[in-house]
């Protein structure tokens, strides 16, 4: 995320964020996943990539434990 968000591509920084979601997820930490969620949603946005944004923000709200979804 630190390499990506230095790329000056909010693009590519809320794709390594919502990597950092997923992995976060998986080791059984949601508020950290929700915060990334949220961060690559207002990456997304800056952008103007809607689809992103919107992806981003339903992950935000579907969070939750390892093997929970």
């Given amino acids: 995320v630190r390499a990506a968000s230095g790329a000056d591509s909010p693009g590519w920084e809320a794709v390594a964020l919502l990597d950092r ?18 961060l690559a ?12 944004a919107s992806r981003a923000v339903t992950l935000h709200a579907n969070v939750t434990p390892a093997g929970g979804g």
């Fill in 21 to 38: 979601c997923d992995v976060e997820r998986r080791c059984g930490m949601p508020a950290d996943a929700r915060r990334s969620a949220a």
């Fill in 41 to 52: 949603g207002r990456c997304f946005a800056r952008k103007g990539h809607l689809p992103g």
